[in-house]
């Protein structure tokens, strides 16, 4: 069956280090997408693509990068974590149309001391 | 800030009874989904109304939208204890808004035995 995994699934890292979390999805969704959730936030977009070499920022991207190489990938990193970089992340796919409906990840939930 | 803010942010009931969550949105909408979060999971898609469309079932869910007012409600019958999870609206950007989402606060809800 199809699916989309993240990992590492909790991450304990320091202010100041690079961080990247993994997402990967079997379904050959064109479009993907990273959030995170912060508690009284819901849910923020922080970068999205709509294809491979495409990537677009999202409301909450300051401190955030993504790159997509393939269909399958597309990994966020921290250039530098900061303690309010602290927050569970989830990546999520769809396919290109409008009325699709997004297919979410199991999270990561990252800590930075 | 959130396209999407959902009412009441907890809602407590008993087993059986009926679960009502109201969303309420800014701007012009394609269409509104509803998503479902269990404690420490990803989210996972409920049900899709498109713009032109006023109510939509399915199984125990009920959803109706309003354009007019830029309002939603979801509407869950006979609740289970396996209900209980956060419900989150969502909604496209509209035309020219491309297929990225954006998340209410989400409602927490508690269906007790």
């Known amino acids: 069956d199809a699916e989309i995994t993240q990992s590492p699934r909790h991450k304990i890292t320091e202010t100041g280090r690079q961080v990247t979390l993994a997402c990967h999805q079997t379904?050959?969704?064109?479009?993907m997408f990273w959030y995170r959730q912060d508690l009284g936030h819901g849910l923020r977009l922080i970068h999205y693509s709509y294809g491979v070499q495409d990537t677009n920022k999202g409301e909450v991207s300051d401190g955030y990068s993504v790159s997509r190489s393939n269909t399958e990938d597309l990994p966020l990193t921290l250039e530098s974590a900061a303690s309010s970089q602290t927050s569970v992340y989830f990546c999520a796919s769809s396919e290109s149309g409008v009325w699709d409906t997004q297919y979410f990840g199991p999270g990561t939930r990252l800590t930075v001391l | 800030s959130q396209q999407g803010e959902e009412d009441p942010q907890a809602l407590s009931i008993q087993e059986g009874e009926n679960a009502t969550m109201n969303c309420s949105y800014k701007t012009s909408i394609n269409n509104l989904q509803w998503y479902r979060q269990n404690s420490g999971r990803g989210l996972v898609h409920l049900i899709l109304i498109r713009s032109n469309e006023r109510e939509k079932h399915s199984g125990r869910l009920r959803v109706t939208l309003d354009t007019s007012k830029k309002s939603s409600s979801l509407l869950i019958t006979a609740s289970r204890a396996a209900d209980t999870a956060s419900y989150f609206c969502?909604?496209?950007?509209?035309?020219?808004?491309?297929?990225?989402?954006?998340f209410g606060t989400g409602t927490q809800l508690k269906v007790e035995l």
């Open positions: 379904w050959n969704h064109n479009n």
């Open positions: 969502a909604t496209d950007g509209g035309t020219g808004g491309g297929n990225k989402l954006t």
